[in-house]
């Protein structure tokens, strides 16, 4: 089990966003989070990657306790994540985004390895490679955000909400990156409100309603459940 | 003509991008060529030369200041433009807000004051220390000073988001001005600190090198100090440190999740604005040879704030540039008003009004801020990456998609 966490709550304030929730993901899989606006899957990206501290419970990663490390050191372990609304350095140009998702990084041929490698995946950032990250079109946004994530060389990526206002044409064309991506080797936990395209490309999914999870099963079942069908696809 | 070629002729007639374009050889020898003239600046037989005449009538309209001494103006726009150069490494890079900013220079002015003065109390009532030490000396202690004052201000502030810092660096600031005012046991409130070392140094003729008289060799001074910095300044800028700086000035979180360990860099970009802060106070310190507390009142922290954003947060240029202007234009204007009469004060019914530049100094200024802010919020001499940055963040206050 790459990661596996276990009955964490957490507040902001005094408001409670998550409920004691478990859930885990093995190593190959692609994992999917869905549920509705605010049912609270960015908080848990968060408590994976750091950005927020839990109130109990555990985090493991590689069967070790992450739950107290400091965000910028989960990243050197091995934890990657493409924040919530993309996220990407503005002012720096699409090399210097790339560049500093591998800010942790010293091994600089690899490190121009790995941004080939990205170009390749994302042919548009090699079109733009002396933009600035702020000037660029929402897909392309999102598309340097999953790509400077992976420049960190992560075990573990995090991509929460990566079809976020994209065209329907882009938001094929992410998840179908997302499936390479996953395929070359990493493990890949997404949190989607297209539930219809998360579902098909998961191996395993959970649904979160407000802080808890209500329901778990493999990709192809939870897109047959009719429960998730009426909730989350729209669906009769 | 297609957009292409236009934007290239546009690119074209942007200076910055003029110089850049010229072979490496020239922009070399036009660096060497304007920092001698930096140099020459305040010779009295050099910058009497300055000025243009007024097309109608025979007036001359000087460049440099009439009112007061060239070199003294050029030494308070020295230690100005250090103020700003440490200022622009905690709210240029860092992108954090500190409205204390003067607090580091009284740290570093009081500690050389203390430690050099026959009068320190120091000396006379704690015998601390048996004699004064030479300014030199001090210099060292009173940056190490103002940088632990940073550290220690920034540690508990830095771990929170949000305008904690602000308001702690405000506070700290006017701590020192209030305890420096009004108690007796160290700093002497206003009646102050007299008899500070001056930097050492003796002409051939036996008369000290940075005397009373001639500001010029204090400006020197400062000058070189100034070309120091900016080359440790800049060789951080492009180093992991200032692409950490960038990062967590653009995004804070964006930053963590790419392993920036962002306290640690807000502190470093504290730390050494603090120092630089303080060298600038124990520069200022040396020529001022009598410190005390109405020297750090709130409006210079404001004006050095004014001058970092005026001239571009986040440029080496722009600091230099802001630290310039708030200083010398109102100077300037002075010498300027005298050509066409205007008057240092005015009455109406019966109230004297002071209306010399130097007072309008912060009208001018607010004005001006309001006219760049709207017009070209980047700054006068901006850093590339913040035009970005700011339709950026107009973005997340009113989205538009
Ligand atoms: N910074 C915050 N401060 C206070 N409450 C927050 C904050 N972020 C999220 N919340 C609340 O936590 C809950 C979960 O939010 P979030 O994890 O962003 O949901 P989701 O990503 O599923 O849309 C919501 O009720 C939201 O209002
Ligand atoms: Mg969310």
Redesign the interface.
């Given at each position: 089990m790459l990661l596996e966490i276990e009955d964490i709550t957490l507040h902001y304030g005094r408001i409670q966003a998550l409920h004691g929730i478990s859930l885990h993901v093995n190593e190959g899989e692609i994992v999917a989070l869905i549920g509705a606006n605010g049912a609270g899957k960015s908080t848990i990206m968060r408590a994976i990657?750091?950005?927020r501290a839990v109130s109990r419970g555990a985090i493991r990663f590689n069967g070790e306790d992450i739950s107290k490390v400091?965000?910028?050191?989960r990243?050197?372990r091995g934890i990657?994540?493409a924040?919530e609304g993309r996220?990407?350095?503005?002012?720096?140009t699409v090399q210097?985004n790339l560049?500093?998702?591998a800010?942790?990084r010293r091994d600089s041929a690899a490190i121009a390895q790995d941004m080939e490698r990205v170009f390749g995946l994302f042919p548009r950032l090699l079109e733009r490679r002396k933009q600035?990250?702020?000037?660029l079109s929402?897909g392309e946004q999102q598309m340097l955000a999953v790509g400077?994530?992976l420049m960190?060389r992560p075990k573990l990526l995090l991509l929460d909400e990566p079809s976020m206002?994209l065209a329907p044409m882009i938001i094929q064309q992410i998840f179908t990156i997302i499936t390479e991506i996953n395929q070359q080797g990493t493990t890949v936990l997404l949190v989607e409100q297209n539930a219809q395209q998360a579902l098909s490309r998961a191996h395993r999914a959970y649904v979160l309603e407000t802080g808890n999870i209500v329901k778990e099963g493999t990709g192809a079942e939870l897109l047959h459940d009719p429960a998730v069908k009426a909730a989350y696809l729209g669906v009769a | 003509m297609t957009t292409d070629t236009i934007k290239k002729q546009r690119r074209g007639l942007h200076l910055g991008n003029r110089f850049r374009a010229l072979p490496k050889s020239a922009r070399i020898a036009a660096l060497i060529a304007f920092v001698v003239l930096l140099y020459v600046l305040p010779v009295k037989g050099f910058y009497e030369n300055l000025g243009l005449p007024i097309p109608a009538g025979d007036g001359y309209l000087p460049l440099y200041t009439t009112r007061s001494d060239m070199a003294n103006v050029l030494f308070q726009c020295g230690y100005y433009i250090l103020l700003a150069l440490g200022l622009n490494v905690v709210l240029g890079y860092a992108g954090l807000l500190d409205l204390g900013f003067f607090g580091f220079f009284a740290v570093g002015a009081y500690t050389v004051a203390l430690l050099t003065s026959p009068d320190s109390k120091l000396i006379t009532e704690y015998n601390w220390l048996e004699s004064p030490w030479p300014w030199l000396v001090t210099v060292p202690i009173a940056v190490a000073l103002a940088m632990l004052s940073g550290v220690l201000l920034g540690w508990p502030t830095l771990r929170l988001r949000g305008d904690y810092l602000a308001i702690v660096t405000l506070g700290f600031a006017e701590i020192i001005r209030i305890v420096a005012k009004n108690q007796d046991w160290i700093l002497n409130g206003d009646r102050g600190i007299p008899s500070v070392a001056h930097p050492p140094g003796t002409w051939s003729d036996g008369s000290p090198i940075f005397g009373i008289i001639d500001w010029s060799p204090y400006y020197w001074l400062v000058l070189t100090v100034i070309i120091l910095v900016i080359f440790l300044i800049r060789n951080l800028a492009n180093s992991?440190v200032g692409?950490?700086w960038?990062?967590i000035r653009?995004?804070e979180?964006?930053?963590?999740?790419?392993?920036?360990?962002?306290f640690k860099f807000k502190l470093w970009a504290f730390a050494i604005g603090a120092a630089i802060g303080g060298l600038s106070g124990s520069l200022w310190a040396g020529q001022a040879n009598f410190v005390n507390s109405a020297t750090f009142s709130l409006e210079n922290s404001i004006l050095v704030l004014a001058a970092v954003v005026l001239g571009g947060a986040g440029s080496i240029g722009g600091a230099i540039l802001g630290g310039f202007l708030v200083i010398y234009v109102p100077e300037w204007l002075r010498s300027v008003g005298d050509v066409f009469g205007w008057p240092d004060s005015v009455e109406v019914f019966g109230v004297h009004i002071d209306v010399s530049p130097t007072s309008l100094r912060f009208v001018i200024f607010g004005a001006l801020l309001i006219v760049v802010m709207i017009y070209r919020p980047q700054g006068l001499w901006p850093?590339?990456?913040?035009a970005?940055?700011l339709?950026?963040r107009q973005k997340e206050v009113a989205p538009v998609?």
């Amino acid at each position: 089990m790459l990661l596996e966490i276990e009955d964490i709550t957490l507040h902001y304030g005094r408001i409670q966003a998550l409920h004691g929730i478990s859930l885990h993901v093995n190593e190959g899989e692609i994992v999917a989070l869905i549920g509705a606006n605010g049912a609270g899957k960015s908080t848990i990206m968060r408590a994976i990657s750091g950005l927020r501290a839990v109130s109990r419970g555990a985090i493991r990663f590689n069967g070790e306790d992450i739950s107290k490390v400091r965000a910028d050191l989960r990243v050197a372990r091995g934890i990657c994540q493409a924040p919530e609304g993309r996220g990407v350095f503005p002012g720096m140009t699409v090399q210097e985004n790339l560049e500093m998702g591998a800010y942790i990084r010293r091994d600089s041929a690899a490190i121009a390895q790995d941004m080939e490698r990205v170009f390749g995946l994302f042919p548009r950032l090699l079109e733009r490679r002396k933009q600035a990250g702020g000037t660029l079109s929402g897909g392309e946004q999102q598309m340097l955000a999953v790509g400077r994530a992976l420049m960190a060389r992560p075990k573990l990526l995090l991509l929460d909400e990566p079809s976020m206002g994209l065209a329907p044409m882009i938001i094929q064309q992410i998840f179908t990156i997302i499936t390479e991506i996953n395929q070359q080797g990493t493990t890949v936990l997404l949190v989607e409100q297209n539930a219809q395209q998360a579902l098909s490309r998961a191996h395993r999914a959970y649904v979160l309603e407000t802080g808890n999870i209500v329901k778990e099963g493999t990709g192809a079942e939870l897109l047959h459940d009719p429960a998730v069908k009426a909730a989350y696809l729209g669906v009769a | 003509m297609t957009t292409d070629t236009i934007k290239k002729q546009r690119r074209g007639l942007h200076l910055g991008n003029r110089f850049r374009a010229l072979p490496k050889s020239a922009r070399i020898a036009a660096l060497i060529a304007f920092v001698v003239l930096l140099y020459v600046l305040p010779v009295k037989g050099f910058y009497e030369n300055l000025g243009l005449p007024i097309p109608a009538g025979d007036g001359y309209l000087p460049l440099y200041t009439t009112r007061s001494d060239m070199a003294n103006v050029l030494f308070q726009c020295g230690y100005y433009i250090l103020l700003a150069l440490g200022l622009n490494v905690v709210l240029g890079y860092a992108g954090l807000l500190d409205l204390g900013f003067f607090g580091f220079f009284a740290v570093g002015a009081y500690t050389v004051a203390l430690l050099t003065s026959p009068d320190s109390k120091l000396i006379t009532e704690y015998n601390w220390l048996e004699s004064p030490w030479p300014w030199l000396v001090t210099v060292p202690i009173a940056v190490a000073l103002a940088m632990l004052s940073g550290v220690l201000l920034g540690w508990p502030t830095l771990r929170l988001r949000g305008d904690y810092l602000a308001i702690v660096t405000l506070g700290f600031a006017e701590i020192i001005r209030i305890v420096a005012k009004n108690q007796d046991w160290i700093l002497n409130g206003d009646r102050g600190i007299p008899s500070v070392a001056h930097p050492p140094g003796t002409w051939s003729d036996g008369s000290p090198i940075f005397g009373i008289i001639d500001w010029s060799p204090y400006y020197w001074l400062v000058l070189t100090v100034i070309i120091l910095v900016i080359f440790l300044i800049r060789n951080l800028a492009n180093s992991r440190v200032g692409r950490a700086w960038v990062a967590i000035r653009e995004d804070e979180d964006a930053a963590e999740l790419m392993g920036v360990s962002t306290f640690k860099f807000k502190l470093w970009a504290f730390a050494i604005g603090a120092a630089i802060g303080g060298l600038s106070g124990s520069l200022w310190a040396g020529q001022a040879n009598f410190v005390n507390s109405a020297t750090f009142s709130l409006e210079n922290s404001i004006l050095v704030l004014a001058a970092v954003v005026l001239g571009g947060a986040g440029s080496i240029g722009g600091a230099i540039l802001g630290g310039f202007l708030v200083i010398y234009v109102p100077e300037w204007l002075r010498s300027v008003g005298d050509v066409f009469g205007w008057p240092d004060s005015v009455e109406v019914f019966g109230v004297h009004i002071d209306v010399s530049p130097t007072s309008l100094r912060f009208v001018i200024f607010g004005a001006l801020l309001i006219v760049v802010m709207i017009y070209r919020p980047q700054g006068l001499w901006p850093n590339r990456r913040r035009a970005a940055e700011l339709k950026d963040r107009q973005k997340e206050v009113a989205p538009v998609e």
